[in-house]
C-alpha cells in the first residue's frame, strides 16, 4: 500500500463503515417511544430492539476476527457492510417487534464482521508512532455517529417515521463496499494456513451466548440457568485450549500480558456505565420532562460532541504519554458525569442536565482510544486480529451488561407493561437505581485502568 494516499484511503474506509452501527444505535435510542407505539411493544421489548444487535456481535466477534486472519481482513470487511446494508432493509419494513429484533441481529452479525477487521488493518497499516492518532480518529468518527444519530434520529422520527432510520443506513454502506473494492488493494492474511479450531470456537459461542442471553432474561428463574450453562461452557473451553497446539483464543494472551488483560476488563466496564446512559435520558426526557424526540435529541447531542473533539487529542497523546494513564483519568471523569446526572436528571434545569451528559462525554473520550492504542500495541503481529476482535467483544459485552442492568431492574420496578403516564413515577425510579449501580461500577473500572501497568 503506498504510504501517503493508500493511509489516509484506508483511514476514510474505516471511519465511514465505523460510523455506520454507532448512528444507528444512538438514533434508535430517540426512536424507541414511537417505535413501541407503532408495534405495540412493552420496556423489556424495546431493549430487545439493541439486545438483540448486541448479543449477535458479541458472540460473533471473536471467531469472525480468527477467520479474517486466515483467510483475508478485507474479504471479512467487505462481506459484514454487505450483510449490515441487508439488515437495515429488513428493519426498515419490519411490521412487528419480531420482525425488527431479528433485523437488528442480521445487523449484529454484520457489525461483528467489520469491527474485528477494520481496527486490525489500521494498526497492521500504520507504525506504532501514528497509530494513537489514527485510532483517535476512528474512534471519533464512532462518536460523530454518535453525535447525529440523536438529532438526525430525532427529526426523522418526528417528521418522516423511524423506518427511514434503517434505510438512512443503505447509502453509507454501499459507499464503503465500493470504495473498498475500487481504491483498497491488497489483502491482510496474518494467519493463513493456521488451523481454525472449531470446537474451541463452538465452546467460546456457547459460554458467551449462555452468559448473555442469561443476563438479558434475567430476573427470571431460567435467566440464571442460561447463565450456569454459559459458565460451565466457559470452563470446558478453557480446559480445551490449554490443550492445543493452535488454539482458537491462547489463554497466554491474557495470563502473560497484564496490560492486555486488564485493558480489556477496563474497557468493558467503561461501556458498561456509559451505553444505556443515552436510553435511560432519552426516555426520562421524553416521558416525565414531556419533551418531543427532536429536542431531547439535541440535548443528547452534548456527549458525543464532546466525545468526537476529544478523541483525536486522546489518542494523540497516547502516542507521546503513557496511554494507561490518560485513560485511567478518563474513567474517574466519567464516574464523575454519571453523579451528575444522577442528582440532576429526576427535576433539575436541562442545563444541569446537559452538564452531565458533557462530563461524560469528555471521560469517555478520554478512555476510550488510549485504551484501544495500550490494548493493540501490546500484542505481536498475529495476535493482531483477536485483539481487534476483543475489543470490540469487551465494547459489546459492556454494552450488553450496561443493557441487562437496565432490563432487570425494568422488570422489577416497572414491569412488562407498555410505558403510560401511570407508571411514570416507577421509570424515573428504575432511572435512579441504574446510575447509582453505573456509578459504582465506574469506581471498580478506575480501580482497575490504573493497577494495569503496576
Known amino acids: 500500500m503506498n504510504p501517503g494516499t493508500g493511509k489516509k484511503t484506508l483511514l476514510a474506509i474505516s471511519s465511514l463503515a465505523s460510523f455506520l452501527v454507532p448512528f444507528t444505535v444512538s438514533s434508535l435510542n430517540v426512536a424507541l417511544p414511537a417505535i413501541g407505539s407503532d408495534l405495540g411493544l412493552d420496556a423489556v421489548s424495546l431493549g430487545w430492539i439493541t439486545t438483540a444487535y ?32 441487508i439488515g437495515s432493509v429488513c428493519g426498515a419494513y419490519s411490521v412487528s417487534g419480531e420482525v425488527l429484533i431479528v433485523s437488528r441481529f442480521i445487523q449484529g452479525l454484520g457489525g461483528a464482521m467489520v469491527f474485528s477487521t477494520s481496527m486490525a488493518i489500521v494498526t497492521i497499516v500504520f507504525p ?49 463496499i465500493l470504495l473498498t473494492l475500487s481504491a483498497l488493494p491488497g489483502e491482510w492474511c496474518p494467519s493463513r494456513g493456521t488451523p481454525f479450531d472449531i470446537p474451541g470456537s463452538l465452546l467460546y459461542m456457547g459460554a458467551l451466548c449462555g452468559c448473555m442471553y442469561g443476563l438479558a432474561v434475567l430476573p427470571s428463574w431460567h435467566g440464571g440457568i442460561w447463565i450456569g450453562c454459559g459458565l460451565l461452557a466457559g470452563w470446558w473451553f478453557l480446559r480445551w485450549e490449554r490443550s492445543q497446539k493452535a488454539p482458537f483464543l491462547d489463554p497466554r494472551i491474557f495470563s502473560e500480558n497484564r496490560v492486555f488483560l486488564l485493558s480489556n476488563i477496563a474497557a468493558m466496564i467503561n461501556y458498561s456505565v456509559v451505553f444505556a446512559v443515552s436510553l435511560l435520558v432519552s426516555l426520562v426526557l421524553q416521558y416525565n420532562r414531556g419533551l418531543d424526540p427532536a429536542a431531547t435529541g439535541l440535548i443528547l447531542l452534548a456527549q458525543p460532541l464532546i466525545q468526537t473533539l476529544v ?25 464523575l458525569g454519571l453523579i451528575v446526572l444522577l442528582v440532576t436528571l429526576p427535576a433539575s434545569p436541562i442545563p444541569a442536565v446537559i452538564a452531565g451528559l458533557v462530563l461524560l462525554g469528555l ?6 482510544s488510549p485504551n484501544t492504542n495500550a490494548i493493540m500495541s501490546s500484542v505481536p503481529l498475529h495476535h493482531l486480529g483477536t485483539a481487534s476482535g476483543m475489543v470490540s467483544t469487551m465494547r459489546y459485552t459492556g454494552q450488553l451488561i450496561s443493557l441487562a442492568i437496565t432490563m432487570v431492574v425494568f422488570s422489577c420496578v416497572i414491569g412488562t407493561v407498555e410505558i403510560t403516564p401511570p407508571v411514570y413515577p416507577q421509570l424515573l425510579t428504575s432511572t435512579s437505581v441504574i446510575l447509582g449501580i453505573f456509578v459504582l461500577l465506574s469506581v471498580a473500572g478506575v480501580f482497575t485502568s490504573y493497577h494495569r501497568t503496576g
Open 54 to 85: 448486541l448479543l449477535a456481535a458479541t458472540v460473533f466477534m471473536l471467531p469472525l476476527g480468527r477467520v479474517a486472519d486466515m483467510i483475508g481482513m478485507k474479504r471479512v470487511f467487505l462481506a459484514g457492510n454487505i450483510l449490515f446494508g
Open 128 to 176: 506504532p508512532g501514528e497509530r494513537g492518532r489514527a485510532i483517535g480518529i476512528i474512534t471519533a468518527t464512532v462518536y460523530a455517529g454518535l453525535s447525529l444519530g440523536p438529532v438526525l434520529g430525532g427529526f426523522i422520527t418526528e417528521i418522516w417515521g423511524w423506518p427511514l432510520i434503517f434505510l438512512c443506513n443503505v447509502p453509507v454502506a454501499l459507499m464503503v
Open 311 to 335: 478523541s483525536p487529542l486522546a489518542g494523540h497523546l497516547s502516542d507521546t504519554g503513557e496511554p494507561a494513564r490518560i485513560a485511567t483519568i478518563g474513567m474517574g471523569v466519567t464516574g
Open 363 to 368: 471521560g469517555y473520550g478520554l478512555f476510550s
